[in-house]
């Protein structure tokens, strides 16, 4: 069964400061990882979708790496702003598409 | 594009009542869509997924006479809280997956379920 930790679980730092938030996961036969952002009581945005082949995918101010052998992936969010603030999560999807998530990390983005 | 609407957004209810929860997909055909579950400050956790057509498939430990799933169309499936209890408040989210692509789930907005 696919185990997916994210670190820290929360995270608190000064608006402008880059946040990097990890992901592990234990099997390394995926299909693809994504990771998402998730608002108080609200559902999930998706912010970037790494395919298993791939090492790296950019939005904007945020960058996703992948290593498919190490079961690790990397968040960077750079220049933090106040509108960051919220939940992040991590989700590797098997070969039969389904979707296995991480606790997620909390940030927060102190003005 | 990809929209998925949920509905209700929250809902009370007494225990030993029944709750239908929507998902639809709104602008576009979804055969899968998937329910989750999360409780407070944890990950979601896949209960079942749904195929259009067909019995649902539910992970393993989640109660499919509990968690009744309706996957009539290619827009929407429903998931029917039976009997409920006060153990079964938690934020319960879908997402559909489009026919075409099958790498991308799109998630409903979720509707939060309190139990009294």
């Known amino acids: 069964k696919q185990e997916v930790t994210q670190i820290p679980a929360a995270l608190s730092v000064p608006e402008g400061e880059n946040l990097v938030l990890n992901c592990s996961f234990t099997d390394s036969a995926i299909y693809n990882l994504q990771w998402f952002r998730q608002d108080p009581g609200k559902g999930l945005t998706s912010l970037l979708l790494?395919?298993?082949?791939?090492r790296e995918q950019t939005s904007g101010r945020l960058n996703a790496s992948l290593d498919k052998s190490s079961g690790r992936s990397t968040l960077y969010i750079a220049a933090s702003q106040p509108g960051d603030s919220a939940t992040y999560l991590c989700a590797v999807s098997s070969n039969d598409y389904k979707l296995s998530f991480g606790a997620g990390t909390t940030v927060t983005v102190r003005a | 594009g990809a929209v998925v609407s949920q509905h209700p957004s929250w809902v009370i209810c007494k225990s030993g009542t029944s709750v239908k929860i929507e998902c639809r997909s709104l602008d576009f055909q979804a055969t899968t869509m998937f329910w989750y579950r999360q409780f407070p400050k944890q990950s979601l956790m896949l209960m079942a997924t749904s195929n259009e057509g067909s019995k649902a498939t539910y992970e393993q430990g989640v109660e499919k006479d509990k968690f009744l799933i309706n996957h009539a169309s290619l827009t929407l499936s429903t998931l029917t809280v039976t009997s409920a209890h006060p153990e079964d408040s938690s934020f319960y989210i879908c997402?559909?997956?489009?026919?075409?692509?099958?790498?991308?789930?799109?998630f409903g907005p979720g509707t939060r379920l309190t139990v009294l």
């Open positions: 997402s559909a997956r489009e026919n075409w692509r099958t790498d991308t789930q799109y």
């Open positions: 790494i395919q298993s082949s791939q």
